[in-house]
């Protein structure tokens, strides 16, 4: 995202969108007989050979898997509605004037309902917990609700798991061997996770080979070999006798991380003007998303929260 920001995404977009309008219509030239075979199988190989062959990188200039998905997906969406025009165009000329009746109250029902989506989307984006809201009457540093919030609009729109019906007791992600094929012990039922704070930052703890150090450190909870110190020391578990699997977290106290964080307190006793506090990070998503998304989180949390 910082190689490819937003602002630069959109022109790609509109640009694949644009080749695949014209790819499409040198096709549809072809079926209406207005295009000679020679110069759509020198599309098609143009196309072939730029998306395939020449170049699969993964920048602006060259044709990456997501330039070929894009692409595409124009392509195929161009091609339906043509087909989508077409049939209007037959029921037009068979009955032209409830076809136009039809249309305009269609039209009028989507504006209707497209004004209604972004006048309602940031209904609640100023409240915290416990209905706090944002204060911008003093001072100069006001936050602004934005107009829109287009995460409210396209609210499950990718919600492919409700689509399909999938669930936590039927999605195939809850098979054991989508984690054990990556560990030693194909046998292991109960498997714990390794503590990585101990991880050198090079080369264990890059982030293209991070999780690959994790699962290559996953142990077998049931096997005797493995020290109960070792075993005591874990605080994530996996235990696939259940179905689904339960995901236990059983954070450990460090006597000897307390011993040597009180001996730095000493030091600061005088000045510190705070207790600790707990930071949540929650990637991708903002604090409104967060609200909807987790509410039994949030419930929780605003269950502590107090002025």
């Known amino acids: 995202m910082e190689k490819y920001p937003v602002g630069i995404l959109k022109y790609l977009i509109i640009a694949l969108a644009i080749s695949a309008l014209f790819f499409f219509l040198q096709f549809l030239l072809y079926t209406e007989k207005k295009y000679y075979r020679k110069q759509i199988l020198t599309t098609i190989g143009v196309i072939f050979f730029l998306c395939f062959i ?66 309602n989307s940031c209904y609640n984006w100023s409240q915290g917990f416990n209905d706090t809201i944002i204060d911008n009457s003093i001072g100069n540093c006001k936050i602004y609700p934005p107009k829109t919030c287009y995460y409210e609009i396209f609210h499950g729109f990718f919600d492919f798991s409700r689509i399909f019906g999938e669930t936590c007791e039927n999605t195939p992600n809850n098979n054991p061997s989508n984690t054990l094929d990556y560990i030693n012990d194909k046998n292991a039922k109960i498997i714990g996770f390794p503590r990585t704070e101990k991880f050198n930052f090079f080369p264990e703890s890059q982030y293209s080979i991070l999780q690959h150090t994790v699962a290559k450190n996953i142990i077998n909870m049931e096997d005797p070999k493995i020290s109960d110190e070792i075993k005591h020391n874990v605080e994530v578990t996996i235990n696939y006798h259940k179905s689904p699997p339960e995901v236990n977290i059983d954070l450990k106290v460090n006597q000897t991380l307390i011993k040597e964080r009180a001996e730095i307190f000493e030091d600061y006793e005088e000045i510190v003007l705070s207790e600790n506090v707990l930071y949540l990070f929650i990637d991708s998503l903002s604090r409104t998303n967060f609200r909807r998304k987790l509410p039994k989180l949030y419930s929780w949390l605003e269950s502590k929260h107090y002025l």
């Open 54 to 119: 020449y170049d699969t990188g993964a920048d602006l200039r060259s044709h990456g898997s997501y330039n070929r998905v894009v692409l595409f997906f124009f392509m195929i969406l161009f091609f339906f509605l043509n087909l989508i025009f077409i049939f209007f165009v037959k029921i037009f000329r068979r009955y032209p004037v409830p076809f136009i009746i039809i249309c305009i109250g269609i039209l009028v029902l989507i504006n209707y309902k497209i004004k209604s989506l972004f006048s």
